[in-house]
């Protein structure tokens, strides 16, 4: 299979090591057979309709260089969707930066993909965010598969696991911490005693929080997350709007260890059931699924059949993040049969 | 597609509720047809190559009655085995009582099953225990599937789980807490300080707990466990055996307080790697994703990309254990295209 990727950043070159890491055991083991055919970043693309050499493009994303200056054949200016429109390809891998404004430039480069017959998988929340049940119908209509389980809590295969083995249960609810930077803030306040402030600046001094942190702190990202679970299962057409919204910024350390005091601890939660879409701090139980501590994501699904069922795990970083980009590759090969 | 249910006690009647309150939507959305063709339990038999009225079904296991005294038509005496061999049936679900030292009944179910040509869904831990490797070649030699999903941990999605989304993951360990009643005592004993026998008996009375506790509290049923998922995941070839067990009676609650005030949890862990497979009582710090409490069970799979995915969920309870069914059921019949 002909694969794309659009963004070489570090979830692209996270995702190109893993596949050369792991080319015995895909071909050998799983019979899985993928060629990098295109690589496309902000200055421009390189493309080898006979398969990229994969160390040489990793060499390219550790330099300085963009790949299209660094390697010979290299196509400066060369733009995303000229490369998804001109390099023969099977499977576009999307992961540009994420806008969940206008869901740009992920959203044409997504479609325009679909619309050429190209399977795609993305990391990319702003698209599905801002036009999911579009992108779901274009899928429907192009016939194409489009997966996006990198779009949510990083490794965790919320959308596989719901769709594969639980396939007989029917989701009513989803809880989940979402957002492994306020959770690794609200951690520290609680156990430590900290001020917000101090364990924010620490935070991004160790890289686990951004140098603007808004998106985060005020639950944003969490709430693109749980715009995109509400559509995904419990089939409601919603958008970032429609989400109430309340962050951590107000949250004191006084209050996270009063709460662990008597027995809870305080997390950044987002819900998604047939009536409400919020995110917000909430006292959860100590010893509760969701009372995960550090950078760690959970989610939790409500069915009719097994009850309660949740995951958890690390919502980010390049190498846990191509775990889910890779079970969706995988996935899509053994659906279309190479 | 014909289905086989061998078992009519709990876990058979919460199936066959399951498959009729599940019918329509089943049907109409999932496009999944099944059809109840024979029903055993350890009365006889009842039969119907057109497919068995599940709701008549239903009353016979809610009666005193076994299904061939209360069915017209039953087969008082009828063995599973002459139903497996001479009822024409495309799947059958083994879900008798479980013996961890022979597998019998079960294990004779299973193989007569597939040297037959049957598909097989099973709930039963003996005949993995005492004969995974065996039965693994079995499947792969007559070329049935072959499913047992909830054998650990009920509801929760474990094999469905590494075996599909997460396909590009190699799995290096597993650790669970794997028993909800030891579980369940354990966190008594922790948060209320009272001794390990009232707890057991308080359990007892409330069904959480066997009359005869031992499977539970010496950790055998963990370490039934733990060889299952050591066999599936990690492709060793262990028996009961070889498991290191230490359970859960000289645990008081002066341990379980202490741990407590200082951040820890004591949980009945079972862990499996490639050196390693035992069972036994393990200090694991509060807001780590296996300190649940209650009854809940949880299992962290060690992977090379997403380090650690932990599932959580109730791993008891006939409808918790038909969402694992169901799911091994409908991932059949879409495997092998109904």
Do not use: C, W
Not at 12 to 36: C, D, M, P, S
Not at 263 to 292: Q, W
Not at 299 to 327: C, N
């Amino acid at each position: 299979m002909k694969v794309t990727l659009i963004g070489f950043g570090n979830l692209g070159q996270g995702l190109a090591r893993v596949l050369l890491e792991k080319e015995e055991y895909l071909e050998k083991e799983a019979g899985v057979f993928l060629e990098i055919v295109a690589a496309v970043d902000s200055g421009g693309a390189v493309t080898d309709e006979g398969g990229i050499d994969i160390e040489e493009l990793l060499e390219a994303g550790e330099s300085e260089d963009t790949v299209a200056e660094y390697l010979d054949g290299g196509e400066k200016g060369t733009s995303a969707l000229e490369v998804i429109r001109n390099v023969d390809s099977d499977l576009v891998v999307e992961l540009t930066p994420t806008s969940i404004k206008d869901g740009e430039p992920g959203l044409t480069h997504i479609k325009e993909s679909m619309n050429l017959g190209k399977h795609v998988v993305t990391s990319n929340k702003g698209p599905l965010v801002v036009a999911f049940q579009e992108l779901e119908k274009l899928r429907e209509d192009t016939g194409v598969e489009f997966r996006y389980s990198a779009t949510v809590g990083g490794a965790m295969p919320i959308f596989g696991l719901a769709k594969g083995q639980m396939s007989g249960d029917s989701v009513s609810e989803i809880r989940g911490v979402l957002n492994g930077t306020t959770n690794y803030i609200l951690t520290r306040m609680s156990e430590e005693g900290a001020p917000f402030d101090v364990v924010l600046s620490e935070a991004q001094e160790l890289g686990f929080a951004e140098e603007d942190p808004t998106l985060d702190i005020e639950g944003i990202d969490t709430a693109a997350k749980v715009t995109i679970l509400a559509n995904a299962f419990l089939e409601r057409n919603v958008k970032l709007d429609d989400v109430d919204v309340e962050g951590i910024s107000r949250i004191g350390p006084k209050v996270t260890q009063l709460a662990r005091d008597t027995g809870y601890e305080v997390k950044l939660v987002g819900v998604a059931n047939s009536d409400t879409l919020e995110v917000g701090p909430k006292l959860i139980p100590s010893g509760d699924p969701l009372a995960v501590k550090g950078s760690l994501n959970s989610v939790t699904l409500k069915t009719d059949l097994a009850k309660e069922i949740t995951i958890t795990g690390f919502g980010a970083g390049p190498r846990e993040t191509s775990s889910a980009l890779l079970g969706d590759i995988v996935n899509i090969y053994k659906s279309v049969g190479g």
